[in-house]
């Protein structure tokens, strides 16, 4: 069975379906089938999977229009005499083991009818199978295909859709950025997160008996990343390095407690052994227990990595010489892409540890 990781905050800008792209990436090098959900309606993660040339085609093309998130699940939310059916996903660019369920920008357009369904908790049959269905569609394309780990992109709204991306997933990660917004979205996050698993647990019976029933899965913290600071000398530039402190405090004291009351942390020594194993791995400044690492801004590399369809730990000279990358411009672009290697490779590492038996509490 695969495990589900949303990557979720209500604040936008957080970097977080860059961070999609690239965790689930790395957890394919480690010999994962991985699937990308795009959950977010912009489907900026399904057009940074296919590349842009095959993104066109793919929602052009007769053959594979239909073949999304917001078209498979229509025959639930739109009433059709039809059972939900999975296909075959897309590869990305690059990747034979990393796959990609694509987004619709209609998506949001089911947000009322999940709204609805979830207010008249499953009393009305025509609704029942409405808050089920996305896990259901999930679950078989994960076994269509294999997949050991799903990464669940969602935007960055607190809707009904979010809710229920939310509710079918098994753990989340919380991107954040150095900004006041991030640190004012931590000190509400948790509220909105324990409300929406509360809703589930609580309502689970009166939804076991729908053709799609609700994921039954308690979501489990794994940790924040500090996305997208500026970087001078491999150290954050102090206002930023002082903002991403400011977050890993709050995340400690604030978000973490709240989670662990309602049941929604892994084991505390598994984060302790988490950040021990890669401390002094990581640049000095990782000093955040629940962070899974800082990631500087990708700055120039960002071009290059799309153009060339992998992620910025996979650019080599030559790619960066394709790009016009050249002399010490791309020695120190080399020097970087081996620290993003060494994070995402913590990321990932840590996402295993964190997800596996061992660290959940039940």
Not at 23 to 33: D, Q
Not at 90 to 119: R, T, V, W
Request: aromatic share 10%.
């Amino acid at each position: 069975m695969s495990k589900r990781v949303a990557l979720f905050n209500h604040k936008g800008g957080t970097g977080k379906t860059v961070s999609t792209y690239n965790i689930g990436w790395k957890l394919s090098e480690h010999g994962h089938n991985v699937l990308l959900v795009d959950g977010d309606s912009q489907v900026n993660l399904t057009a940074l999977a296919l590349g842009f040339d095959r993104f066109d085609a793919y929602y052009e093309s007769d053959e594979t229009r239909y073949n999304n998130i917001k078209d498979a699940v229509s025959p639930v939310f739109e009433g059709k005499p039809a059972a939900l059916e999975s296909f075959d996903c897309p590869i990305a660019q690059n990747n034979q083991k990393l796959f990609i369920l694509p987004g619709h920008p209609d998506l949001a357009g089911y947000e009322g009818q999940i709204s609805l369904a979830q207010e008249t908790l499953g009393t009305l049959s025509v609704l029942k199978n409405l808050p089920g269905a996305l896990h259901a569609l999930i679950r078989m394309i994960e076994e269509r295909h294999d997949i050991q780990f799903t990464l669940i992109d969602l935007n960055p709204g607190l809707g009904a859709i979010n809710q229920n991306f939310f509710m079918a997933s098994d753990s989340f990660i919380v991107p954040t950025n150095p900004d006041p917004f991030s640190l004012m979205a931590i000190g509400t996050l948790g509220s909105h997160l324990i409300r929406w698993n509360e809703w589930k647990q609580t309502n689970l019976e009166k939804f076991a008996d729908a053709d799609y029933p609700l994921h039954a899965s308690t979501p489990i913290f794994l940790g924040t990343l500090n996305s997208r600071f500026n970087k001078h000398a491999s150290k954050a530039a102090k206002k930023f390095d002082e903002r991403i402190a400011k977050i890993d405090q709050r995340v400690a004291d604030s978000l973490v407690p709240a989670l662990e009351n309602a049941g929604m942390t892994a084991k505390e020594e598994c984060y302790n052994r988490a950040f021990g194993d890669w401390d002094g791995k990581l640049t000095r400044d990782n000093k955040g227990l629940y962070a899974l690492a800082r990631i500087p801004d990708f700055q120039s590399l960002i071009h290059t990595s799309n153009i060339s369809g992998v992620p910025i730990f996979l650019l080599n000279e030559e790619m960066l010489r394709s790009d016009d990358i050249v002399g010490v411009v791309k020695e120190k672009a080399m020097e970087n892409i081996d620290s993003f290697n060494v994070i995402y490779e913590a990321i990932a590492s840590k996402v295993e540890f964190l997800t596996s038996d061992d660290c959940r509490k039940n």
